[in-house]
């Protein structure tokens, strides 16, 4: 049986952290493959008029083509590089819950992310994206400083 373990990166450090943690662990199970995440946050709530309707589709398949290119397929590049099984997603959504279903459908038995926040208010009304993801996965979530 393979274990898959879904690294969620956000761009910075941490993620880093992530990835490193990730291999780590992946080099003492016999059969694991890599799952890199990134998701671009992205609300429904957010109201726009016709104009920014019209250019919506556009601009999300611009920002996961950014996404991919500058994230993604460089930590996956570097995993496959390194003898480990990796591939790669990018998708718009709620962080947490995002990143819990990619794992869900991808048969993930744990998510690998780096401890990274918001701040001030945002933290206080909504909570960190980390702290909804340990709350809410369906499956073990292992947090790296």
């Known amino acids: 049986m393979t274990t898959k373990i879904v690294i969620g990166l956000d761009g910075t450090e941490t993620g880093e952290r992530a990835i490193a943690f990730a291999k780590d662990l992946a080099a003492r199970i016999s059969s ?41 397929t460089p930590a996956v590049d570097a995993l496959n590089a390194a003898g480990f099984t990796a591939h790669g997603i990018v998708r718009h959504g709620d962080v947490a819950e995002t990143l819990n279903a990619i794992t869900v459908e991808n048969g993930g038995n744990q998510i690998v992310v780096g401890r990274a926040s918001a701040d001030g208010f945002k933290k206080r009304l909504f909570g960190s994206s980390t702290q909804n993801l340990v709350m809410h996965a369906d499956v073990p979530v292992t947090v790296v400083n």
């Open 32 to 72: 694991c493959e890599l799952l890199v995440v990134y998701v671009i946050e992205w609300s429904p709530f957010t109201f726009q008029t016709p104009e920014e309707n019209a250019q919506r589709h556009k601009r999300r398949e611009e920002e996961i083509e950014l996404a991919t290119t500058r994230i993604v």
